[in-house]
């Protein structure tokens, strides 16, 4: 079955946004590359903050997702690693999102509290995480720098694409970007792991 139109001006709209930044995609170009009509497209979607309105929606069916990754002293490496993933694949999927904020705007009042809620629920998961690491003796960190460390984390995967956007001229991730951003992160506490954490997180690409 053929995907519908409005499904197909989400898809298009995204890999513009991505590829060419929000404020540089019209949605005559939208319409262009979805072979309709802008008028088509306005039956739709009236302007281009409710096309950001849709993918902000889809985002957080995938951040739903990430945090409801469980956790245990026991598998916290091999579910660290899995957090790790999926948080840097909704910023490889929805990237304008990351990047172009200062461009599309805030949200609306009823998704921006959800965005504070994700926030903070994403600290706390982190700070869960690592605290699992200490108790599996993975990594050696004092308490109190954990909510630090947490903040920090979060810091650099939120934003990642924003900082190459403005430092080096970077508009759409590849993957050797995405993945310089995954090792950013883990500098962040990869002293403080043991030899045995650091091997398990370098084999598995995450290090």
Do not use: C
Not at 85 to 106: I, K, S
């Amino acid at each position: 079955m053929a995907p519908k139109t409005k499904d197909r001006i989400l898809a298009a709209s995204l890999r513009l946004f991505n590829e060419n930044g929000y404020d540089a995609v019209t949605t005559a170009r939208i319409s262009e590359e979805v072979g309709i009509s802008e008028g088509n497209l306005w039956y739709h979607f009236r302007t281009k903050r409710d096309l950001v309105r849709e993918h902000q929606l889809a985002l957080f069916v995938l951040i739903d997702k990430r945090l409801s990754v469980p956790s245990t002293p026991e598998t916290v490496l091999e579910n660290y690693a899995l957090l790790n993933r999926m948080m840097f694949e909704e910023v490889w999927t929805y990237q304008y999102l990351y990047r172009d904020q200062a461009e599309y705007g805030r949200a609306s009042p009823e998704l921006e509290e959800r965005v504070h809620q994700i926030y903070d629920m994403t600290t706390r998961i982190l700070i869960r995480f690592f605290r699992h690491m200490i108790e599996a003796r993975h990594l050696d960190m004092p308490e109190d720098e954990l909510a630090p460390l947490a903040d920090n984390v979060w810091m650099v995967i939120r934003y990642w694409p924003s900082f190459l956007r403005e430092t080096r001229r970077v508009l759409k991730l590849d993957k050797a970007a995405l993945n310089a951003g995954i090792r950013h992160h883990f500098a962040l506490f990869e002293t403080h792991l043991t030899k045995e954490a650091r091997h398990y997180f370098d084999r598995n690409g995450y290090a």
